[in-house]
């Protein structure tokens, strides 16, 4: 591993408990390969609220979501258990996270647990000894049978977050957006059940508001009557697209943020836990996006 470029960012943001962002972006060298691997730092009138690290999963992703620049990268490659320890140490050591009292690592860069999640158990319950990281988790291909596996990982490691990608209740759209559903079955029916019966705290639904897509009125109560069930156990995080060379070459689009903030007062009237996260510029830092993405293959 060797480190190509680091490149140092500072944006405002709209969230949930912080709004001002320090972003560290490493491109490293993978065996050939430029891998993105990012440290943050979020703040909140100016105290530091906790220090994040995001690792890839995988260099590639054969999910192929319309809007992620990692969609332009043709070749898929696993990474270890190893790998993964590797490039953890590397930003660990490298922002003296050792005096840090909360870091959270979070496996939302390049890649998606399901096609990897061996490889991340391992490399998880390596980091026993690590007390002060919590993790989060995402994917668009969840199921009962992976949740479960996370709810036992859960009492080894501290879970911070599980989070669901959600889109659309349309087949047709959704799939048109994440090719990878006309493949393998879209399970939210499936996940909802098991969330209903599971005791854990940390679910988290991703809803990326896309113009035309998904942000009318009459997506918004289709979603609310889709999480009725469990809208006690979950956190609904209304997201900003993230533009990428990828999400303009599919034509897909943010929607506004008036629509953005009308949606989580949808959401608060109905019972539901919610809140507001973009950043207030687009510096390429940002969740979908990677700085090397016109340089990829």
Not at 14 to 21: K, L, T
Not at 24 to 51: C, M, P, Q, W
Not at 109 to 115: E, L, P, T
């Given at each position: ?131 002060n990281v919590s993790v989060t988790l995402s994917s668009v291909l969840w199921n009962a049978e992976l949740l479960r ?149």
């Open positions: 591993m060797r480190l190509i470029k680091k490149i140092c960012v500072e944006n405002d943001y709209a969230g949930s408990n912080w709004d001002f962002e320090k972003t560290t972006k490493y491109i490293l060298d993978l065996d050939g390969r430029n891998v993105e691997a990012g440290y943050f730092e979020h703040y909140k009138d100016g105290t530091l609220v906790k220090s994040v690290l995001e690792l890839p999963q995988s260099y590639g992703c054969p999910s192929k979501c319309g809007f992620c620049a990692t969609s332009g990268i043709k070749n898929f490659y696993i990474f270890t258990a190893d790998i993964l320890m590797q490039l953890f140490e590397y930003l660990y050591t490298e922002n003296t996270l050792k005096d840090h009292k909360y870091v959270l690592l979070t496996m939302t860069g390049m890649g998606d647990i399901f096609y990897n999640y061996d490889n991340v158990e391992r490399f998880l319950l390596g980091l026993k000894d690590y007390t596996k996370v709810e036992l990982l859960s009492s080894q490691i501290r879970i911070r977050n599980v989070q669901l990608t959600y889109i659309t209740d349309s087949d047709e759209r959704r799939s048109e957006i994440i090719p990878i559903y006309r493949q393998k079955e879209y399970l939210l029916d499936e996940v909802i059940a098991f969330m209903k019966e599971s005791h854990q705290a940390y679910y988290r639904f991703n809803y990326i508001l896309m113009k035309g897509i998904n942000d009318d009125q009459q997506d918004f109560k289709n979603f609310a009557r889709k999480m009725e069930d469990i809208k006690d156990k979950v956190i609904i995080r209304i997201s900003k697209l993230n533009e990428t060379e990828a999400s303009k070459r599919n034509h897909l689009y943010p929607a506004e943020i008036e629509v953005m903030e009308k949606f989580h007062q949808f959401l608060q009237k109905e019972g539901m836990n919610s809140y507001v996260f973009y950043a207030k510029k687009n510096d390429h830092m940002n969740c979908g996006q990677l700085i090397t993405e016109n340089k990829e293959e």
